[in-house]
């Protein structure tokens, strides 16, 4: 009997931090400061961080939807559909635990992804974005993703990123 109990508390504790994480994100979505992306006409930031270079952030948004045009499967349109209506949230930290103990570097809600100020993160998230909009059933194991040209893209955009942020600290030294 007490057994019982015990588990009746977990439970009911596991689900109220779930639906405080829900309500958490919500209420986010809804009081964010969310601000439009120069040069695209439905990408919002809210950049909780304060520290985002805009411009490495419409370069990374670039280069996330052009790795994911030449190495994924996802039909164009699809990834081109995501610079019509996608919000990114920049967190302060790099990575956090998830409700599941695991550790991760960004997290994909609807069209809303949340992702560290390296930005790492993003054509990861994207792509989760991509598979809820194909499916309602994202890969979170990430099983197809080297079958589906996935993980090539997000190689890709890193390496493209790394690029970008080199030319943008060397530009400033200058």
């Given at each position: 009997m007490a057994s019982a109990t015990i588990i009746a508390v977990v439970l009911l504790a596991c689900v109220?931090?779930?639906?405080?994480?829900?309500?958490?994100?919500?209420?986010?979505?809804?009081?964010?400061?969310?601000?439009?992306l120069e040069g695209f006409e439905g990408?919002?930031?809210?950049?909780?961080s304060g520290l985002v270079d805009r411009e490495l952030l419409r370069d990374a948004v670039r280069?996330?939807?052009?790795?994911?045009?030449?190495?994924?499967?996802?039909?164009?349109?699809?990834?081109?559909?995501?610079?019509?209506?996608?919000?990114?949230?920049?967190?302060r930290v790099e990575s956090w635990h998830a409700m599941d103990g695991t550790q991760v570097g960004g997290l994909a809600q609807g069209r809303t992804v949340y992702i560290g100020p390296s930005l790492?993160?993003?054509?990861?998230?994207?792509?989760?974005?991509?598979?809820?909009?194909?499916?309602?059933?994202?890969?979170?194991?990430?099983?197809?993703?080297?079958t589906r040209g996935i993980?090539?893209?997000?190689?890709?955009y890193r390496a493209k990123l790394g690029e970008l942020s080199r030319a943008r600290v060397e530009g400033r030294a200058s």
């Open positions: 109220r931090l779930f639906a405080g994480i829900m309500m958490g994100a919500a209420y986010l979505r809804q009081r964010v400061p969310w601000e439009p990408v919002r930031v809210h950049d909780l280069a996330a939807v052009d790795a994911l045009l030449r190495y994924s499967d996802f039909e164009p349109e699809r990834v081109r559909g995501l610079t019509r209506d996608l919000s990114i949230a920049v967190q790492s993160a993003l054509l990861h998230e994207a792509a989760h974005v991509l598979e809820m909009n194909e499916s309602n059933f994202p890969d979170y194991r990430h099983s197809q993703w080297g993980w090539a893209a997000d190689n890709a």
